[in-house]
């Protein structure tokens, strides 16, 4: 049987600052022989935070949270979407522990709290044969900064108007997502996928989406198994890739 403790050996490295954690976990991996599951990195402060799809990260040092962890999850390739719903799913956990409101999921994996984002995942996974050996999940959670550049940022305090304990706020979401990874190893893949389209922002609603060609309006009617956006529009049946479209 399997205990309900994946990450019973994880190991937290505080940095005070360094350039990406994902980065660094990929060297961690790199060089050692054995890294146990749910080790945790934390930078106080993240010089050149990644983003998806070549983007960046920002965040004001000593402010937020970001952090990467290690998980070794031996599942096959073509499943990996299954990771980015269960990290997506404990973050929306997390936050309703917190007592906020109007979460959702923009697909495919970013976290808003009405029209405005609160966390981003990057997750980058380590291949061997057409499994997955390792895979660093890359979080970045707005906690305390109250000022971004971006318009449509936007952070606990700024919700809550109350300043939060960062490492608590870690400790607390850690859990959260040990739950949740229990969740992919037990193959409880319903559980997932219905937890996660119940939480995507315009599920069954009409909205604007654009290509590189077109601006169109259709409906989110799920998500493939390979993590592609499922439209209607109009009659057409169609399934959009990350590089292919952008949800308005
Ligand atoms: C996104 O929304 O584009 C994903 C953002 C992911 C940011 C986190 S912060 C910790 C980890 N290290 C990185 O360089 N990026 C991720």
Redesign the pocket.
């Known amino acids: 049987m399997m205990l309900n403790t994946l990450f019973h050996d994880k190991k937290l490295i505080h940095l005070q600052e360094i350039d990406?954690?994902?980065?660094y976990a990929k060297l961690l991996i790199k060089e050692l022989t054995y890294v146990s599951e749910g080790t945790t990195i934390i930078a106080k402060n993240?010089l050149h935070?990644?983003?998806?799809m070549g983007?960046s990260?920002e965040s004001n040092p000593n402010q937020n949270l970001?952090?990467?962890v290690i998980i070794s999850p031996k599942m096959l390739v073509v499943e990996q979407f299954q990771i980015s719903k269960i990290v997506a799913l404990a973050l929306v956990g997390f936050l309703n522990q917190l007592g906020i409101k109007n979460i959702s999921i923009k697909w495919p994996n970013?976290i808003y709290i009405k029209e405005k984002k609160i966390a981003?995942?990057?997750i980058e996974n380590i291949l061997k044969i057409n499994k997955i050996e390792h895979s660093i999940v890359?979080?970045?959670l707005n906690v305390n900064q109250v000022n971004f550049t971006t318009k449509n940022a936007t952070s606990l305090q700024l919700i809550t108007s109350q300043a939060y304990d960062l490492n608590s706020l870690l400790a607390r979401f850690l859990e959260i997502l040990e739950r949740n990874y229990f969740l992919l190893k037990s193959n409880q893949h319903t559980v997932i996928n219905e937890a996660y389209l119940k939480n995507l922002l315009g599920f069954q609603i009409e909205r604007k989406f654009s290509t590189s060609t077109e601006q169109f309006k259709a409906i989110i009617t799920g998500v493939s198994s390979m993590g592609k956006l499922q439209l209607k529009r109009g009659e057409q049946l169609m399934e959009m890739g990350i590089k292919e479209i952008t949800f308005l």
Do not use: A, K
């Open positions: 990406s954690t994902n980065e993240q935070g990644r983003g998806q983007s990260w970001t952090f990467s970013d981003g995942i990057l890359g979080i970045g």
